[in-house]
């Protein structure tokens, strides 16, 4: 294992991306935690990340010594790399100069590194790195030389060799993490695999076989609940526990009234049908709907659907209680990496924004132990996982979808009559975009159904009738997105089928509004 220390860097996810696309697993911990705990870990080797202060700024998090001189699993001092404060930080603590620049330096530049070094290994010459910082060093601790330079910054790079004072420990002024630096990803796979000497050899496979055991191991001869939405993460959960313990699975899949055209049949036929899981659909969306009557207020509609999914969910649980004979003990869920990290970073920025996205989720006092298989893997190393499972591709590809479904996409009151509308025109969308291939193009895309009525023509009718709007958007992650630049012609042809295949819906438009200002429902 290597450890990451979050000193509050945006990048610091992309450090355990590319340590893993090197194939060593990683994990990434709050820089707040204590060096006998790091201990415990029983790291192979330590990177501290980089972080948006200035190792003088007050309360900025400082970097115990004991942090570097921890032992590896086979004896032998763990090397550390220092990324930007991670690296100011580090020399800091012993006893070198850091300092503030005048100009911040940022952007590209080119690199002179000693080639020799192990961390610059299949790295050429002049290979452009990315620079974003304030703080540099001035002076380097006893035992560290210099192994790159820039045209700015003499001291782009530091070691100090195993044999030396402090060592080993490398330090980079620069973000070897992100895309913009060249060979940023070597030279992160050199320190892994060269320095900390580690295999390189961890993957899906290999995950898959130890969790397998893993869960099995931990759920005895117990029972499991899942509660399955059809989204991707849930989904391969499910594929997974079901490979682990197989009728000691059961899984709820609660149609809420809000679901995408076809869900609730695709869902049961993928998983009772094609994996033989014991799955509880229940349709409740006479209760959901009924309860989101007259309801306008988008956080009331997601509290209501909320509360009603626990109290159906409790429901189910009662009934499998009741079927074995005990209580099942646990409760599966597919939380993912980005979601763990959210909460434990250090100076986490985007913590509250996204609160209200744990709507569908189940609070902790239902009583369950849980089991979260996915809690150290990103989204598509999860959809990597799904596919060696063999969870259909149709479920894999899909695009998120909120918890509270398309109750946040009919603006206003949500209706029977407003939910089967948009679930047409969104139908239609969805396809349009798979036939012209532009489908896996956007991170998300759905249609809106406006409570405003336009006028328009048929025939020789007037109408007057609702709009839609379309919205398709790009994004990493959901935190930032950027209206897809679809070509025109899949957005006439997806509006022209809305239009004569929808009855009720006689205009659409296309929401050219990024994140931020704008979110990307629109509720
Ligand atoms: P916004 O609209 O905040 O959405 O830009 C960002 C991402 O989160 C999804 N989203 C939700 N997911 N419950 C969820 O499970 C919610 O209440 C919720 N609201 C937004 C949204 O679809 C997008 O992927």
């Known amino acids: 294992t290597v450890v990451v220390l979050d000193f509050g860097s945006q990048t610091t996810q992309l450090i355990a991306r590319r340590v893993r696309e090197a194939g060593v697993y990683c994990e990434i911990h709050p820089c707040t935690v204590s060096a006998d705990e790091v201990a415990a870990m029983r790291p192979s080797g330590l990177i501290l990340s980089g972080g948006p202060l200035s190792v003088y700024d007050e309360g900025s998090p400082q970097v115990d010594p004991a942090l570097l001189s921890l032992e590896t699993p086979g004896g032998g001092a763990v090397p550390v790399l220092g990324i930007c404060y991670g690296l100011q930080a580090l020399a800091h603590a012993l006893g070198g100069g850091v300092e503030a620049s005048d100009h911040r330096e940022f952007g590209r530049a080119p690199i002179v590194a000693h080639e020799e070094d192990a961390l610059f290994r299949g790295v050429p010459e002049g290979s452009v790195v990315w620079m974003s910082h304030g703080d540099h060093l001035t002076r380097l601790p006893a035992g560290f030389r210099s192994i790159a330079a820039t045209d700015n910054a003499p001291i782009a790079a530091v070691a100090a060799e195993a044999d030396s004072e402090h060592g080993p420990i490398w330090g980079v002024q620069f973000h070897p993490e992100v ?258 291939g532009t489908y896996d193009d956007v991170w998300q895309a759905f249609a809106v159904l406006l409570p405003v009525q336009s006028v328009g023509v048929m025939g020789d009718f007037r109408t007057y009738e609702q709009a839609a709007c379309l919205r398709a958007v790009t994004s990493t992650d959901g935190m930032t997105a950027d209206w897809a630049r679809l070509p025109y012609e899949v957005l006439g042809r997806a509006s022209n089928r809305i239009i004569n295949e929808v009855r009720g819906i006689n205009r659409v438009a296309y929401d050219v509004s990024s994140k931020p200002p704008a979110t990307i429902e629109w509720e």
């Not at 499998?320 to 939380?335: C, S, V, Y």
């Open 179 to 436: 895309v913009h630096s060249e060979h940023g990803a070597a030279m992160l796979g050199n320190f892994v695999t060269e320095i900390c000497g580690l295999k390189g050899d961890w993957t899906m496979g290999s995950f898959i076989d130890e969790k397998t055991a893993e869960i099995r191991e931990t759920v005895g001869d117990d029972h499991v609940v899942l509660g399955l939405s059809g989204g991707v993460d849930s989904s391969v959960a499910a594929a997974l526990l079901h490979r682990a313990i197989g009728d000691q699975l059961t899984c709820v899949f609660v149609d809420n009234g809000l679901l995408r055209s076809g869900e609730f049949e695709q869902v049961q036929t993928t998983f009772r049908d094609g994996f033989d899981i014991d799955l509880r659909a229940v349709d409740a969306s006479d209760l959901f709907l009924d309860r989101l009557a007259g309801v306008e207020d988008p956080e009331e509609k997601r509290r209501i659907i909320g509360r009603t999914f626990i109290e159906v969910f409790e429901a189910e649980t009662e009934a499998i209680t009741e079927r074995l004979g005990h209580k099942p003990r646990f409760l599966a869920q597919g939380t993912l990496y980005p979601d763990v990290i959210e909460s434990v970073s250090f100076k986490g920025p985007s913590a509250t924004i996204k609160t209200h996205h744990n709507v569908g989720g189940l609070p902790e006092k239902l009583g369950f132990d849980l089991i979260e298989p996915f809690r150290e893997l990103f989204k598509d190393e999860v959809r990597d996982v799904g596919r060696a499972l063999g969870v259909p591709d149709a479920i894999i590809r899909r695009h998120p979808f909120p918890g509270p479904g398309l109750a946040v996409r009919v603006l206003g009151p949500v209706t029977r009559e407003a939910c089967e509308l948009l679930r047409q025109a969104d139908r239609i969308w969805l396809e349009e975009l798979e036939r012209s």
